[in-house]
């Protein structure tokens, strides 16, 4: 990724955008792969009773640094231009590679395959969609992601309801920000209070109340409401990826990660397509309302006891 991000340098006008459309899905890409053996990582090196402290704190760091990277982006693409933001981005990964290279852990070896890929690849599937644990929270994260990326592609039809810029757009996110750093750190003492399961229900239920009352023309509502929607989506996702790590065993872990990742985050890109293109047919209010009706059932889904493992 340093390597590619250094040829956005060469990126100076609109013809050259389909570099950096190809350098953004190969970032995506590699993110997956990323993802998926860092959880694996984590899980041999970190206590199981502390992975929802350690997941929220991650959850932390990463939202803390969406506050503060954007302004230095922006600063720096202000001074210096697009080249510049891409030098310190490939310079960022390098020290990444760096850090990693001077971690030190004691990790087996893998064990040669016997399977074939597709086989190796349905196994993770397979274990997902067995676990009577596993599969509610995939499933409900899926479904939660879904209706955020559908009222993440309305957030600026909220803003201009406000009779504000588009820029305003840039407050509700900060807000929403804070209140996501919030929820990683109290992720590790409310998943052993509530359980994984009742956690990520908590979260929707939470979610489902403010994109309900995002529909209120209301400036402090509106920024009670991203504080809301910060603490409850970060919630699902905690919850999931804590027991993903969980309950799956080692030799599985990066795979049914990377599945798991996959069947949560997809929808979210799915949601934004589908919202930018309901919200010029709607009324953003109508949306708001429908994705609210459509998050209840999903908690409710999570609050029902876990079917018996066969």
Known sequence: MAGLLLTLVTVDSPRGLWLLYAVLFVYGAAGTVHDAAESALIATAVDRSLLGDFNGLRMTANEGMKLVAPLAGAGLYAAYGGA??????????????????????????????????????????????SHPVLRPLVTAGGATMLC??????LVYAVVEDLGHS????????AVQGAGSLATGLLSGPALRRFGARNFAAYGIAVLAVAVALRAVPDDPLAWACSAAIGVGLPAVLIATLTAVQRETPAALLGRVTATANTLVFTPNV???AA??????????????????????????????????PR
Request: proline content about 7%; cysteine-free; glycine content about 8%.
């Open 84 to 129: 510049g933001v891409a030098v310190l981005d490939a310079v960022t990964f390098l020290l990444a590679t760096v850090v990693y290279a001077f971690l030190r852990v004691r990790e087996a070896r893998p064990e040669p395959p016997a399977a074939g890929r597709r086989e190796r690849a349905a196994e993770g599937v397979r274990h997902l969609w």
């Open 148 to 153: 955020a990326g559908v009222s993440g592609a």
């Open 166 to 173: 588009p820029a305003y757009a840039g407050v509700l996110y």
């Open 270 to 272: 799915l949601g934004l």
């Open 275 to 308: 919202g930018a293109a309901l919200v010029e047919l709607l009324d953003h209010r109508t949306l708001l309302l429908t994705l609210a009706t459509m998050l209840t059932p999903t908690a409710y889904l999570l609050r029902s006891p876990a079917p018996a």
